[in-house]
């Protein structure tokens, strides 16, 4: 069961799901499949139970992924939509387990890699990290970020689901050459000239191949003895400029535009995004997931994006 599932990450659960000859259902407020046609489509509306909720009785497994998109503009109404579809939907997902005569084994929550504090000095990992909310250097309004992240969590966390084990997915960026996600954004800025520093570069970058975070959602799927917070994030996190130059040396381009905070300020405004995904030093690590035995096939970014560049223009 993929609630939320209409994505480009749920696409990608989904097809591989799929490959492993498991049946796939998604939750899709619209009715739609995103594009998947990998997957059987049950409507929701996110927010209150339904006929939906018999699908998850039975299931093995839920894999929560809904919530507003966060590329948009931090308005206040942005801001409230991002927190009310992410705490909404997690608690009847909840409720919906708690009340079926067959509840799922493992129900998987998405969270964030932005819960945790903006920092360059240390990476950030599910024992030793800060979370977020109090950095100095920081803008005021990135805590929203921060209390959005936390609220998600704590309503998996208030749910009465003793039959069911259940993970946080703090996830960075997962990076696909599947048209409508992140790497499409970065791979256009690298091929126009367009991928340069941003803000000085020092920020880190935490990411994940999308070859991985489907590797690693199986490989929690057979570990029982896994619960709790675990980050979905590459062990090797690198600073923006080096990045963003590996991308560019991958599509063959030497030189990219750098941009001041305010050029960033103006280019989010025209995109209709927000600053906080490029300016915030997002520095994860996979603590847990490494100590529980998990082995990366792409842990550094310029074999992984080699890797996406290549699978991308095998599909152009």
Not at 57 to 79: E, F, I, W
Not at 220 to 239: F, K
Request: hydrophobic fraction near 40%; include cysteine; proline fraction near 6%.
């Amino acid at each position: 069961m993929v609630p939320g599932g209409s994505g480009q990450v749920g696409g990608i659960l989904a097809r591989a799901r799929r490959e492993h000859g498991d049946e796939v259902v998604i939750l899709s407020r619209g009715g739609s499949n995103g594009g998947t046609s990998d997957a059987r489509i049950v409507a929701w509306d996110a927010r209150t139970l339904g006929p939906w909720a018999y699908e998850i009785d039975g299931s093995d497994v839920v894999v929560n992924l809904a919530g507003r998109s966060v590329n948009c503009r931090y308005t206040p109404a942005n801001l409230d939509t991002m927190m009310s579809s992410r705490i909404d939907s997690t608690r009847v997902v909840g409720l919906a387990i708690e009340r079926a005569a067959r509840p799922p084994r493992l129900w998987l929550q998405m969270s964030t890699a932005t819960i945790y504090a903006h920092r360059f000095d240390a990476p950030n990992d599910e024992l030793t990290g800060r979370i977020g909310g109090d950095e100095p250097d920081a803008p005021p309004y990135w805590k929203r970020s921060i209390d959005i992240a936390r609220a998600w969590e704590q309503a998996m966390h208030e749910a009465h689901t003793l039959q069911t084990r259940r993970v946080a997915l703090r996830t960075a960026m997962v990076m696909s050459p599947d048209p409508g996600g992140i790497f499409s954004v970065l791979l256009r800025l690298a091929r126009t000239g367009l991928g340069g520093a941003v803000a000085g570069g020092r920020q880190f970058v935490s990411w994940i191949h999308d070859a991985d975070f489907v590797r690693a959602i199986d490989f929690l799927i057979g570990r029982d003895d896994v619960e709790g917070a675990i980050n979905l994030a590459a062990p090797n996190p690198l600073p923006q400029r080096e990045f963003i130059a590996a991308l560019r040396a991958t599509c063959g381009r030497r030189i990219g535009l750098p941009a001041t905070r305010w050029m960033a300020e103006l280019g989010a405004f025209v995109l209709r995004t927000d600053t906080e995904l490029l300016l915030k030093s997002r520095r994860v690590v996979p603590t847990r997931l490494l100590d529980a035995g998990f082995c990366f096939e792409q842990p550094e970014w310029p074999s992984a994006v080699r890797d996406l560049v290549t699978r991308w223009r095998a599909r152009t």
